[in-house]
């Protein structure tokens, strides 16, 4: 069974500059999160859809970043302008949930986004 | 805010010694713990998910307890070795508003050496 896919697995891009990251989850898994971990940190939620809906956004810049998960399955992750500060491994994960049941999350390979 | 605290923030051990990391969190209302692994360079990958009800969880070499009422959880690892070198996290689901959202510490950094 395929793990989550993420691409591209690096990008290094001029600051002012936009950069968007794919993600493919889990087959079936209904939830899918994106997580942005800066060096020597430990991941921080950017955003968390339940199907095709963003249900946990507070801690996604909005000014520069979205987000969007069409049909409830791939999801991309947009960054415009890109900042110094943007640089940082960015993490898709998915799981599956409903309910009561709250199941593993799976983590792809990120991407590392270097802004220089 | 749930905040998730990691000790020791690294750790170097001869193979074949028997591992403990520690992993403590501010709120107990958690939903559950799960310890990763991640290599350099690397995702993150699941190694075990104990849920609030749960007191421990064995997979292998590796055994993870918790205690919710003191906000703590530890990852036993059996009889290490070289390839167990990694760096090793623990995140908390929380319930109520943020129900879902994942609480990560730092870290613990394990290099094992032959």
């Known amino acids: 069974e395929a793990g989550v896919v993420q691409s591209p697995r690096y990008k290094i891009i001029e600051k002012k500059q936009p950069v968007a990251f794919w993600c493919n989850p889990i087959s079936g898994h209904n939830t899918l999160y994106w997580y942005r971990q800066n060096l020597g940190q430990g991941p921080e939620l950017l955003i968390r859809y339940e199907n095709e809906e963003a249900v946990d956004d507070s801690q996604l810049p909005k000014d520069r970043f979205s987000a969007e998960r069409l049909k409830g399955v791939d999801s991309t992750l947009k960054i415009q302008p890109a900042e110094l500060g943007d640089s940082a491994v960015y993490l898709c994960?998915?799981?599956?949930?409903?309910?009561?049941?709250?199941?593993?999350?799976?983590f792809g390979q990120g991407t590392r986004l270097t802004v220089v | 805010k749930q905040e998730v605290t990691q000790i020791p923030a690294a750790l170097s051990v001869p193979e074949g010694e028997n591992l403990v990391l520690n992993c403590s969190f501010t709120d107990s209302a958690i939903y559950n713990l799960q310890w990763f692994r991640q290599d350099p360079g690397k995702g993150l990958t699941s190694l075990l998910l104990?849920?609030?009800?749960?007191r421990e969880q064995t997979s292998g070499r590796l055994n993870a307890s918790l205690d919710k009422s003191s906000g703590r959880s530890t990852l036993y690892i059996a009889a290490s070795q070289p390839g167990d070198s990694a760096t090793y996290l623990c995140a908390v689901s929380s319930r109520g508003s943020t129900l879902g959202r994942l609480y990560f510490g730092r870290g613990t950094q394990l290099t094992v050496w032959p």
């Open positions: 104990i849920q609030s009800s749960q």
């Open positions: 994960a998915s799981s599956e949930t409903g309910g009561a049941l709250w199941t593993e999350a799976f």
